[in-house]
C-alpha cells in the first residue's frame, strides 16, 4: 500500500491503493481489519483491476480503527501488506458548554443589555439572536 500510517475523522471516507507485484493474474485479494474479514458491500468497497487493488471505506466509525490488512494469494504463495488507520471523535469538545446562570437583562433609556455567563471547554462562543438575526455588539433593534 502507498501509505503505511492514516489520520482522518469520523464520517471522513477513505482509500486505500495497492500494487500486487506477481507474474500471475490469477490471484484472491482479502481485506481485513485485524482479524476481521471486510465483505464487499455497505461502508466498504474493494476492486482490484489487473495488478492494482484498493479498498474504500464509506462513513469511517471508531470501530474502522486498526491495522487493515491487504492479503494476496496465489497459488504457490501469500503476500500480505499492513496500513495504521487512526479514525478520531469529531467530539472535542471535552466539557459540553453550559448556562452557568440564566439569562440577565437591564433596561437602560430604552435599551436592552443582555448578559450570560457559560462555561466549557474550548470556551464557548455566545451569540444573541432576535427572530432569527444576530445580533452585534451596541446594535439597535426596532420592536415593531
Excluded at 461502508?43 to 474504500?56: H, I, N, P, T
Aim: charged residues 25%; proline residues 2%.
Amino acid at each position: 500500500m502507498l501509505k503505511k500510517e492514516w489520520n482522518i475523522r469520523t464520517g471522513d471516507m477513505i482509500i486505500l491503493f495497492g500494487t500486487i507485484t506477481s507474474d500471475n493474474l490469477d490471484l484472491n485479494v482479502s481485506w481485513y481489519i485485524g482479524a476481521k474479514v471486510i465483505t464487499n458491500g455497505g461502508r466498504y468497497r474493494y476492486w482490484r483491476k489487473g495488478f492494482d487493488c484498493c479498498l474504500e471505506i464509506f462513513d469511517c466509525d471508531i470501530s474502522d480503527s486498526g491495522d487493515i490488512i491487504c492479503v494476496v494469494e496465489a497459488t504457490n504463495s501469500i503476500a500480505s501488506d499492513i496500513s495504521v488507520l487512526h479514525v478520531n471523535d469529531d467530539d472535542l469538545a471535552g466539557i459540553e458548554p453550559k448556562f452557568l446562570q440564566n439569562l440577565k437583562y437591564d433596561e437602560i433609556y430604552d435599551c436592552l443589555q443582555l448578559a450570560c455567563h457559560v462555561s466549557g471547554y474550548p470556551i464557548p462562543y455566545v451569540t444573541f439572536h432576535f427572530r432569527n438575526r444576530r445580533i452585534t455588539s451596541n446594535q439597535r433593534i426596532s420592536k415593531l
